[in-house]
């Protein structure tokens, strides 16, 4: 019976023997092609400009695609010219306006050389697919250039088109579709390993550049997920991700970006410390505030007001919820606010700030009713942020905590374990788990925080653990035995309790032992399936290499971050997967503003060229010819009528 119900629901999209037979032959046409190329990035943390410029560029594989083309008949300044106009060419074509060099011959040459660049990235996909990637306005042109005939005819034909799209005026517009179309196809499959907010400016403007891409996957990160928890209604993450933005000179992203209200904590922290300079909290300046600038003494008391509230709410979520076993993380409570210090364990320290008017000794989680109120504002301002929440929903639509694709596991933090290489269990509201199913419950919590019932037990509950896998110690997105940011930040530097532990994972990760482990609990080849992980920067100054286990692991978190980049030497890697190779591009810093190509290697040679048939996809492929199959011979069999 769910055989023939199946097939009768196929038969609608297929009526006849011949548009299934037809779906057939496209399908096995579709797995004999090569794979789309694949790219990974991790730890984006809101460096906009590095990571659209690595975007846009395809790490690279634009340029070497058109030095392939063209080394022999355009000059090298000529051909990063041309990459320079697939990467932006709003901004190139402004440009050459600007200066009087935007001409009819230079659109005429352009259009040539885009049309073999376009050539070249399309080998992959049929007619069809490349087709579905066109714009709808340029559409037709676009596939006549692509597939004219080799007759003796086809220099005429493209002349007349070029021709007659620059006498129409529409040849600028019709060179930035054409860019675009090759930057789409270059790019076959987008997969981001976690952590798009937080540090860097502007993680908005990441987002929207993501939001159009079809192909494309998120495996959550702690920082995202600190977002998420905000934008689900857990006052402690917004606090959270507000402190964080303060510290970085960040605030672009929360008013620019996301019309985030900070009128109301700038006039309460300008108030409650007015005579406070508020020393400790000055923020590191790594990027500019463009819009809405705010004097950096103002902002360190905003950062210092906001630090406080986030430290009360953290010590009430900790008497809230005794089972995540954090005690330890109520720091206010472990302040002898009269002495001015902190007693964590069996040691106790000076405190370096010990203006706390808003602090009641007696209880000091408590929020004075000016701090609640500007929390009541703070929380109306993240729920009704429109591109706020469109992109939280981006988020939860296309992440999850992992992803299974083409014989790899990608996840972003750890899967917690312990010293001796097996599985730790973590902490739930359904109760611990370990391995995969920690990471399956987990991420079904993450989903009820956002799209429960709002207010509901089982969305407080939800939004609650949210902060515990931003911090909590058996979290697998964070991976450390605690968060130390009051420490750091009130107590003098290098001090024991001050330093973050690293989960046992990122240890005994890079044994194979342990990976094979790890790659058979997610059902994966043990020999042939990779870990594709981010969260823990690579030091690649120091001589680390971002593979790992005998080529069993990848750590990709390159530090594309500014806040990194000392310790990392480089801007960030990309994984790169296309039908030959494995390969890494390694980024380096912009100097001057201008970014350069960066350095690929090849890190794994395939047995042989992938297929479409070699992937999950094309197995997807497979067992749909089969079904059609089987509907072919009913509809031959006359199990179920032709619709003709």
Request: hydrophobic letters at 35%.
């Amino acid at each position: 019976m769910k055989d023939e119900k199946y097939l009768s629901l196929l038969s609608s999209e297929y009526p006849t023997v011949s548009s299934a037979a037809a779906e057939i032959i496209g399908i096995n046409a579709r797995r004999s092609l090569p794979k789309t190329t694949e790219y990974f990035f991790s730890d984006l943390h809101g460096e906009h400009e590095s990571f659209l410029y690595q975007l846009r560029s395809a790490s690279g594989t634009i340029k070497f695609k058109i030095d392939d083309i063209f080394s022999k008949s355009v000059s090298a300044s000529e051909r990063e010219s041309l990459a320079d106009l697939i990467y932006y060419p709003e901004d190139y074509i402004k440009n050459l306006s600007r200066a009087d060099r935007l001409d009819d011959e230079w659109r005429k040459i352009t259009i040539y050389r885009m049309i073999l660049v376009c050539k070249t990235v399309s080998a992959k996909y049929t007619r069809a697919e490349v087709r579905s990637k066109m714009p709808e306005s340029f559409g037709y042109v676009l596939d006549e250039l692509l597939n004219v005939t080799d007759d003796i005819n086809r220099d005429f034909y493209y002349e007349e088109i070029i021709r007659t799209v620059i006498e129409t005026g529409i040849a600028d517009d019709f060179i930035i579709e054409m860019a675009s179309l090759i930057r789409a196809l270059t790019v076959g499959r987008l997969h981001i390993i976690g952590d798009v907010f937080d540090r860097g400016p502007r993680a908005d403007k990441i987002m929207n550049e993501l939001s159009s891409f079809k192909h494309i996957d998120f495996q959550w990160g702690n920082h995202d997920v600190s977002w998420m928890g905000a934008a689900s209604g857990n006052t402690a993450l917004i606090a959270n991700v507000i402190r964080i933005a303060l510290s970085y000179n960040s605030l672009d992203v929360l008013e620019d970006g996301y019309g985030l209200n900070l009128r109301p904590l700038s006039v309460f922290a300008a108030e409650t410390y007015a005579d406070d300079r508020c020393g400790l909290f000055m923020p590191k300046t790594l990027d500019d505030v463009k819009f809405d600038f705010i004097d950096s003494s103002l902002t360190a008391k905003m950062h210092k007001a906001i630090a406080v509230i986030q430290l009360k709410l953290e010590c009430d979520m900790i008497r809230r919820h005794p089972e995540y076993g954090m005690d330890d993380r109520a720091i206010f409570e472990k302040i002898d606010f009269k002495s001015g210090t902190l007693t964590l364990g069996q040691k106790t320290y000076k405190l370096l700030d010990n203006n706390f008017p808003t602090v009641d000794p007696a209880d000091p989680a408590k929020l004075t009713e000016k701090e609640a109120e500007l929390m009541r504002v703070l929380l109306s301002s993240f729920h009704h942020s429109r591109l706020l929440n469109e992109h939280i929903r981006f988020l939860y639509s296309h992440g999850s905590m992992y992803k299974l694709c083409n014989g790899n596991v990608l996840y972003h933090g750890c899967i917690p374990m312990n010293d001796d290489g097996t599985f730790r269990y973590g902490k739930t509201p359904e109760g611990e788990f370990f391995g995969r199913e920690l990471l399956d419950r987990t991420e079904r919590i993450i989903r009820r925080a956002y799209f429960s019932k709002y207010g509901s037990d089982e969305q407080r509950e939800a939004c609650d653990y949210m902060w515990y896998l931003w911090c909590g110690k058996d979290s697998p997105l964070f991976g450390k035995d605690k968060l130390a940011f009051a420490e750091r930040t009130f107590l003098e530097k290098n001090i024991p309790e001050s330093v973050e532990n690293y989960d046992p994972y990122y240890t005994v990760s890079h044994s194979e032992d342990t990976c094979r482990l790890i790659l058979s609990e997610f059902g994966l080849d043990p020999e042939r399936g990779h870990i594709i992980n981010g969260h823990v920067p690579v030091h690649h100054s120091e001589g680390e290499s971002p593979v790992k286990a005998g080529g069993r692991l990848f750590v990709i978190d390159g530090g594309i971050s500014k806040a990194y980049r000392s310790k990392t030497g480089i801007a960030g890697y990309t994984l790169i997967f296309d039908s030959h190779s494995l390969q890494l591009a390694e980024h380096r810093p912009a100097e001057n503003g201008i970014f350069k190509t960066p350095k690929i290697r090849v890190v794994e040679k395939l047995e042989r060229r992938f297929n479409v048939s070699d992937t999950d996809n094309g197995a997807e492929l497979y067992e749909k010819s089969r079904d059609l199959s089987r509907l072919i011979e009913a509809y031959r069999s006359g199990e179920v009528p032709e619709k003709a």
